[in-house]
């Protein structure tokens, strides 16, 4: 056989065969990627997972997976894994090969380094013929994602106002009749409810009596943050680790008051990624589903400004919040915010402020 028939045959089954890695490639080739947990504090380590299979008789000899992935996390060494690492997103690359009717996991450590909601919404697959001469690439979508909180920060570090939220409220400035807690029996007296007769002490003393109800403190702590690093902010925040130190420090109160079984809500001028950019809300609430969901809408804040917070403190006045401890976490106080929380504290509110700056705490109450 002359030398120009095997160049003519070498030719043909070049083509050939990368027509056909070409055209069915890519078919029955599946991924999927998932985190091992669907929230973490900051700090924390998790696994990221990634499957990925070839589900037909014909092989894949190369094929090279490509990932884009916020730098808040940070990927630990691994064997056949190529990171760019950017300010904001780091590309990942692996090249890898798969025989047929096989299937492929890999398991990556993963430090969280920053609170944030971290989504991974797509991946590039890109696989070729042996040769490595015809190459074709698919997008494929794909839904996970990782709610990082705030690492709470210790609580000596932001010297908590003691008087309103430990043990059994030293100060009870809100005291409401409790009719779970009965503490005994009195004479009846004119206006008393016929429900609350204690018929077993009437029939001993021969005289009407009635329970006699505890007190309990109605309590609510609400927590707001500004997200304005300095009083002539625009709109652009410069210094997003004082507005990270805030949301930490709300995190701290939010587990410390919950902790003591007192109603905690959240509020800041900030946005969701989820949402319009419209401040963002919280109603007190008790337990640790409460918690749970406080914990989740600060991963999901951006920071950026929805409003000036000095508007969103008067919002808080209109909407008539009452009888609650307020705790102002913010880098300054301007003088319309002092304004703002003038009237909070007229509704009948304690508002103690906590600068992030200066980390130093200004109390006084209602």
């Not at 008087?163 to 005291?175: A, C, K, L, M, P």
């Not at 009437?202 to 009635?210: C, D, E, H, N, Y």
């Not at 109603?263 to 946005?271: D, H, I, L, Q």
């Not at 918690?291 to 950026?304: D, F, G, P, S």
């Amino acid at each position: 056989m002359s030398i120009h028939w095997i160049l003519f045959v070498a030719v043909v089954l070049v083509f050939l065969q990368g027509y056909f890695f070409r055209k069915y490639g890519q078919k029955k080739l599946t991924y999927e990627r998932f985190f091992s947990t669907r929230s973490c504090y900051a700090g924390e380590e998790v696994e990221m997972v990634e499957r990925i299979a070839n589900r037909k008789l014909l092989p894949v000899p190369w094929l090279r997976l490509e990932l884009l992935i916020h730098a808040g996390l940070q990927f630990q060494s691994q064997a056949n894994l190529n990171i760019d690492s950017g300010t904001l997103f780091q590309n990942h690359r692996s090249l890898f090969s798969l025989m047929p009717y096989t299937q492929m996991t890999r398991r990556h450590k993963i430090v969280c380094l920053r609170r944030g909601c971290y989504r991974l919404s797509s991946a590039t697959l890109t696989c070729g013929d042996v040769l490595g001469i015809y190459t074709t690439s698919e997008q494929i979508a794909v839904d996970a994602e990782l709610l990082v909180f705030p690492k709470p920060a210790p609580l000596e570090e932001i010297g908590l106002p003691s008087h309103s939220w430990q043990g059994d409220f030293t100060v009870r400035r809100w005291i409401v009749d409790d009719p779970f807690m009965i503490a005994g029996v009195r004479e009846y007296r004119f206006g008393d409810p016929m429900k609350g007769i204690n018929w077993k002490a009437t029939a001993r003393s021969g005289k009407l009596q009635v329970h006699q109800h505890d007190f309990t403190a109605d309590h609510r702590v609400m927590i707001y943050v500004n997200v304005e690093d300095h009083e002539k902010m625009w709109s652009q925040v410069n210094d997003e680790e004082l507005i990270e130190r805030g949301i930490s420090y709300a995190a701290a109160i939010a587990h410390e008051t919950i902790a003591q079984g007192i109603e905690t809500g959240f509020g800041t001028n900030a946005y969701s990624i989820d949402a319009p950019k419209e401040p963002v809300r919280v109603e007190p609430e008790n337990g640790s589903g409460q918690l749970t969901y406080l914990l989740e809408t600060m991963a999901r804040l951006v920071i950026a400004r929805s409003i000036p917070f000095d508007a969103f403190l008067e919002e808080e006045a209109e909407r008539f919040v009452t009888n609650a401890d307020i705790v102002v976490v913010s880098a300054y106080v301007s003088e319309k915010m002092e304004r703002a929380i003038a009237r909070l504290r007229s509704n009948g509110n304690s508002v103690s402020i906590l600068y992030t700056r200066e980390s130093s705490v200004e109390q006084e109450g209602a």
